[in-house]
Structure formats: C-alpha cells, structure tokens
C-alpha cells in the first residue's frame, strides 16, 4: 500500500439520550472536529442513521476528506460489541433490536464497530484517563442508567452476547422499585438519575422537615446536588441512601472480580464527595475482607463526551478495515 493510501483518521461517534455527538480523530488522540446534534429529533431509527450518516459525511468532506477515514466507532448505551446492535435500551426513542452498525455501515461505505457506552468510556480511561497503565479494574457510567465495563489482565471483557458488566441490573432490593428494564430492585432504580429523584421524594413524602428541595422547579440529581452544598441536610440524605446502596453494589462486583481501582464517570459522578464518601464507606463494610481499603475510587478526570468520542474512536482502531471505495 502506498504512503498516500494509509488511513491515519477515524470517525467516533457517543449517542446519549439527550445529544448524539460525533468526532473526526487522529491516530495520536486529537480531536480535529466536532459536532452534535439533538437524538430525540429523529424518533424513526431510520431518520436517525441516514441524518448521522449525512452529518459525518459533511463534516469528513469538510475537514481533509473521506479518503483519510478508517473506520467509524459508536458508543450508545445497551449496544452489543458481539452484534454490533442496540438491544432494547430502556431510555432510547428506538425499541427492539436495531442493527446500528451495519446501517451504518451500508450507507457510509466504511466499517462500523459498535459498544456500550460503558466499554466505551473504560476504553477511554484505559487509553487517556485514570486507568492508564491498569490491567484490571471497573469503570462505571452514573447517568440516566448504571453501566459498566471491567478490565481483566489488560482486556475488556465482553462475555457470550457482549452483555457483561450489566451492573445497574442487579438485585438489590427484593422486591424493590420497578427499573426501566421491567424488574425489580434493581441497582439502577435506586442510583440512577430517576432512582436519586424518587427517593427525594420519598424523602419529602416522609416528613415535614423543611428542604430546599421542596421549592426547587424541577428535582434532578444536580440540582439536589447543588442543595447539598447549601447544607441542606434532607438533600444530603438523598445522597447518603444513594451512596449506601451505591457502595453495596460496588462491593458485590469487586468481590468478584477484584479490581485494582473503580473509575466513575456520567454525571451523577459530579455530585463528587456527597455521593463518593457514603459510597466509600458502605463499600468498604461490604466488600471482602481481603480486598478492604485495597480497591481505590476515584472519579474520571476526563470531560464526559470528550472521553467517549475517544473511546469510540479506540473502538474504531480495532474493527477490521474495509471500504467500499478501494
């Protein structure tokens, strides 16, 4: 292959429930352009690709051209790396199992390899953020769900169907709250963005105990936060509960798989010491003997969508190459 003809950028591409943001990087990590566009706009899946098919075309041919692409990574949350497919994600417009990738891949002529936003983002630890230089250890995706990754020996574990690491779907609670993905007491409907809001209001519900929650517009996990740092002390419970059950379920995945560290990331990780501190503390009460004060937690010190169009972009260095235009 001539010099001229080697492929030195891919495509990365993060779908989150709110935006669907996509990226051109180098093979060193830059970033050479961005750009995003709202997902719920396009509520038929089909409206959905052929717009973020022609959106990336549009941004390549604007920036170097198409004949300097590889490949293209997506991440999107309850996507399967084995399938290349989102299989019915409880928080998308789109429902059943949908063939992301290889729609994808027909229309942009280039090949398309597609994960979970939690391998997505340990991919980007792994190769830009906290976990560089690790070999095993758990990466955690604290937003509308609960997802997760884990490292072992220095390799993303997929398991049979590419569904490993579906922590937020654990049992928790016998007979708890009823999650999104229809059972119930999971880890997710208690530390998840709606689970953190619901036992606000449970909270509220409880007693009269004045709050600065109880005039707030809309309840949301950031903006309990920010009534956590005016010392509101129902608002610190909030944080308190989500943290005990946080770290009992952080405990039960590390005994089984014994991390080095437990990387956060999503948004709720920026409620930082209200959440981290009774997380830290129930972990330790729960986790095996052996491994207590042994597990480090930190909190990812990388921008959320920075590192996920990063790790979608490591995802895409791996896919074998093809193109419909050699």
Same mark, same amino acid.
């Given at each position: 292959?001539g010099?001229?003809n080697?492929?030195?950028r891919?495509?990365?591409v993060d ?11 180098d093979i060193?990590?830059?970033?050479i ?6 997902t ?5 899946? *089909? *409206?959905?690709?052929?717009h973020?098919?022609?959106a990336?075309? =549009? /941004? ?5 051209g198409?004949e ?5 990574g997506? !991440?999107?949350?309850? %996507?399967?790396f ?8 409880? *928080? /998308?417009?789109?429902k ?12 942009l ?12 983002? %340990?991919?980007?630890?792994h190769a830009?953020?906290?976990a560089h230089?690790?070999?095993d250890?758990?990466?955690i ?6 997802g997760?990754?884990?490292? !072992? %020996? ?9 569904f490993?690491g579906?922590?937020?779907?654990t ?9 999104? #993905?229809?059972k119930?007491?999971c880890? =997710?409907?208690?530390?998840?963005a709606?689970g953190?809001v ?5 909270l509220m519900?409880? !007693?009269?105990e004045?709050?600065?929650?109880r ?5 949301t996990p ?5 009534? #956590?740092d005016q010392?509101?002390?129902m608002a610190i ?8 059950y946080f770290?009992?379920?952080l ?8 991390p ?7 948004g709720? !990780?920026? %409620?930082?010491?209200w959440?981290?501190?009774?997380t830290?503390e129930s972990f =330790?009460k ?6 207590r004060?042994?597990?480090?937690i930190?909190?990812?010190k /990388?921008?959320d969508r920075?590192?996920?169009v /990063?790790?979608a972009?490591a995802?895409a ?10």
């Amino acid at each position: 292959m001539g010099e001229d003809n080697i492929k030195t950028r891919v495509v990365g591409v993060d779908i989150s429930n709110e935006s669907t943001t996509y990226a051109i990087v180098d093979i060193r990590g830059n970033i050479i352009a961005e750009s995003s566009f709202v997902t719920t706009d396009y509520l038929d899946i *089909n *409206n959905f690709i052929s717009h973020l098919a022609d959106a990336i075309v =549009e /941004l390549v041919e604007a920036n170097g051209g198409y004949e300097k692409i590889r490949s293209v990574g997506i !991440s999107s949350p309850s %996507a399967s790396f084995i399938t290349g497919s989102i299989v019915n994600a409880p *928080n /998308l417009p789109w429902k059943g199992v949908i063939p992301v990738a290889a729609m994808l891949r027909d229309r942009l002529g280039l090949a398309v390899a597609m994960a979970n936003d939690a391998h997505i983002s %340990a991919l980007g630890e792994h190769a830009f953020g906290s976990a560089h230089g690790m070999k095993d250890f758990i990466v955690i995706n604290l937003g509308v769900g609960l997802g997760s990754c884990f490292f !072992s %020996a220095g390799r993303e574990h997929q398991g049979f169907e590419g569904f490993a690491g579906e922590v937020g779907h654990t049992t928790i609670v016998e007979g708890g709250r009823r999650c999104g #993905c229809g059972k119930e007491g999971c880890l =997710e409907a208690y530390c998840g963005a709606k689970g953190i809001v619901r036992t606000a209001e449970e909270l509220m519900a409880e !007693s009269d105990e004045p709050s600065l929650m109880r005039n707030l517009p809309k309840l949301t996990p950031r903006t309990i936060k920010e009534c #956590c740092d005016q010392g509101d002390q129902m608002a610190i419970e909030v944080y308190r509960r989500t943290g005990h059950y946080f770290g009992l379920g952080l405990a039960n995945y590390a005994s089984i798989v014994n991390p080095e560290a437990i990387i956060l990331t999503g948004g709720i !990780s920026h %409620a930082g010491n209200w959440l981290i501190e009774p997380t830290r503390e129930s972990f =330790e009460k729960h986790v095996f003997g052996n491994m207590r004060g042994r597990v480090k937690i930190y909190i990812s010190k /990388l921008d959320d969508r920075e590192r996920d169009v /990063l790790g979608a972009s490591a995802l895409a260095w791996e896919v074998p190459e093809y193109s419909l235009f050699k």
